[in-house]
């Protein structure tokens, strides 16, 4: 398996509303980022989890909250968003910090 | 911290020739560098990473050089299809991944 998934693709969601966005992949990979985009960006980087610990939070507010309950799987939680936060949510994945990632199809976020 | 430049924001190329991307960056040189494939909607795809020592890299009709001298790295499409048509993107790892802006590629039939 050499895919990363999220769920779901699109998420339309309030600005009082409670979400969250999954990810995972089966390909041993011990390093797992989120990554948001807006349109004709670059990805930027949000949270980056190495061996099931956080080890990077680009000063993301307090309204996204990540989590990673094991190896597998990596969640963002999203409470409270605004909408300037509507955008492409990435999850990817690596073999180790600096090795190359592998990214899902992202989640569209549209907060209203 | 990198500042990452790609020369380009959109390249239009006839099928069949050859599409050259480049990548500068200031500061230190990364002990790598990668290119990634992106098309609209979806997350990007590796494409290529090339290290430090490296001159050169190839895959298929890819070819990547890099160098250190010139802080540049060029990425080429050779005999180019229209499904190679899509958002290429270069990126650096110091503490993390950082993207260039991109350069958009729409090879012509």
């Not at chain 1, 990540?66 to 994945?93: G, K, R, T, V």
Request: charged share 25%; with cysteine; proline share 5%.
């Amino acid at each position: 398996d050499t895919e990363v998934t999220q769920t779901p693709k699109h998420l339309v969601m309030g600005m009082t509303n409670k979400k969250s966005l999954k990810c995972e992949q089966h390909m041993g990979h011990r390093a797992m980022y989120w990554y948001k985009q807006k349109a004709k960006k670059p990805p930027e980087l949000m949270f980056v989890y190495s061996y099931e610990k956080l080890s990077i939070n680009e000063s993301v507010p307090s309204r996204f909250s990540p989590e990673c309950p094991n190896s597998s799987l990596l969640n963002l939680h999203l409470h409270a968003l605004q909408p300037e936060d509507s955008a492409l949510y990435l999850c990817a994945s690596s073999l180790r910090r600096d090795y190359e990632q592998y990214f899902g199809p992202g989640t569209r976020l549209t907060v209203t | 911290s990198q500042k990452i430049e790609q020369n380009s924001e959109a390249l239009n190329i006839q099928e069949g020739k050859t599409a050259t991307l480049t990548c500068n960056y200031t500061n230190y040189s990364p002990a790598y560098l990668q290119w990634y494939r992106q098309d609209p909607g979806r997350g990007p795809v590796f494409l290529l990473l090339i290290r430090e020592n490296e001159k050169e890299k190839r895959k298929e009709r890819l070819k990547v050089t890099f160098d250190t001298t010139l802080k540049q790295s060029l990425f080429h499409i050779t005999a180019s299809q229209p499904a190679d048509s899509a958002t290429y993107l270069c990126a650096l790892y110091d503490y993390k991944l950082s993207f260039g802006a991109g350069t958009t590629v729409t090879v012509r039939a």
